[in-house]
């Protein structure tokens, strides 16, 4: 280690758009490159000077063309001398982008990186099995590639494969998660997100794309209950406790997170906002993945050096309600410092974008607000977590 530090100098999103909406005819491609140039021209960064593209994506298998980065950067205008490559680790994609190139920075193999992801889970495309001989008698089967599981290796345990929401239900089940503090808590995201969006917070977070008219994250519904959302039905078990209401919903869109090293703050004319000050990664049993941020936040917390008593904002992705109250229970931390802006739930999930999503969210809370340190962590399907502390310096 070179002993030099990894900052956090912009981050910007999109507009998170539903399913089938807004962007359902734009590219995930596209996504990702109106966001590399949002920061270009919001920095003034000179691209030439960017040492690596790292993108989260989840899927890969239609339009992001395999190395979403790659394509991003290429279609961004950046000069083809930036090279790109793309993370896939599900929904913690472009956190791990981040993270990955924080260690570049810290290592001294990169002084400037630009990272995100992007995920148009509207565009994913349906898949067939590649048949070992041509023209095969049999029928097959058109798999989607949206979310989940898909073209499951048969070796696997099934109680591994069940699907994310049985997944959840099982979690609910062993902590004894009630359906109605599942209904409370995304009444609070929605309500909490259309807050913030009324009080500027997102004014400079969120960049539109052009040739849309997305302004705001298309699935916020502000006049949500516990009450109203208690009146839907399972989605996953006839009595069960998810429901499309307290999970978050299949989302497009794309998120871009700009580090550098303390030296770039003379490039790019500006100081940084946030320094990543730890990192954790976990994994346990792929059903259980709902819980694995608990372990990575504990990680990334002793990594920087700090307890949870000096936590003064966390960003949490709500895949869904019941397994971010578990985390919450688990850290045993006031739910008052969560996910105060609204989160998946209310924002949406593009599950390559969410990550960055976090990151940008985080920092920007921690600036304004005055905290010092800060927690974003994210679930992963199939049994994996992830966790990176920031720290202000501004406050130290």
Request: aromatic residues 6%; contains cysteine.
């Amino acid at each position: 280690m070179t002993g030099t530090h990894a900052y956090i100098y912009d981050a910007v999103r999109t507009p998170f758009a539903r399913f089938g909406g807004a962007y359902a005819e734009t590219r995930p491609d596209d996504l990702a490159a109106a966001m590399l140039r949002a920061v270009v021209e919001r920095t003034g960064l000179d691209p030439a000077t960017v040492d690596e593209v790292v993108l989260g994506n989840a899927n890969g298998a239609g339009e992001e063309n395999r190395n979403l980065a790659r394509m991003a950067t290429l279609l961004a205008g950046l000069p083809v001398s930036v090279p790109g490559t793309t993370i896939n680790r599900l929904c913690g994609s472009s956190l791990d982008a981040a993270m990955m190139g924080s260690r570049a920075i810290e290592t001294g193999d990169a002084d400037i990186v630009l990272t995100g992801g992007a995920e148009s889970m509207t565009r994913a495309p349906w898949v067939l099995p590649k048949p070992s001989r041509a023209y095969p008698a049999a029928n097959t089967e058109v798999v989607s590639t949206t979310l989940g599981w898909r073209l499951v290796n048969p070796a696997m345990p099934q109680h591994w494969t069940v699907s994310l929401g049985e997944s959840n239900e099982q979690l609910g089940e062993l902590h004894g998660v009630a359906r109605e503090r599942q209904d409370e808590f995304a009444a609070r995201s929605h309500q909490l997100a259309h807050a913030a969006w009324e009080a500027g917070f997102y004014d400079d977070l969120v960049v539109g794309i052009p040739g849309t008219e997305l302004a705001r994250d298309e699935g916020i519904r502000p006049d949500s209950t516990a009450a109203t959302l208690a009146k839907l039905r399972p989605s996953f078990r006839a009595h069960g406790t998810l429901t499309a209401g307290n999970a978050s919903p299949l989302s497009d869109g794309a998120s871009a997170v700009l580090l550098g090293s303390a030296a770039a703050a003379d490039h790019l004319g500006r100081t940084p906002l946030t320094r990543i000050a730890g990192r954790g990664t976990h994994a346990l049993e792929p059903h259980r993945f709902g819980y694995a941020p608990v372990e990575a936040a504990e990680k990334a917390l002793a990594r920087a050096g700090i307890g949870w008593s000096d936590v003064g904002a966390v960003e949490l992705n709500e895949a869904f309600a019941v397994q971010s109250l578990i985390c919450l229970d688990a850290w045993k931390i006031d739910p008052d410092i969560v996910n105060t802006k609204g989160g998946a739930i209310a924002l949406g999930h593009p599950l390559g974008a969410s990550g960055g999503r976090i990151l940008g969210t985080l920092s920007a809370r921690m600036r304004t607000e005055g905290h010092r340190w800060g927690v974003a962590a994210i679930c992963i399907g199939v049994g994996q977590g992830l966790a990176v502390v920031l720290e202000n310096e501004e406050t130290a």
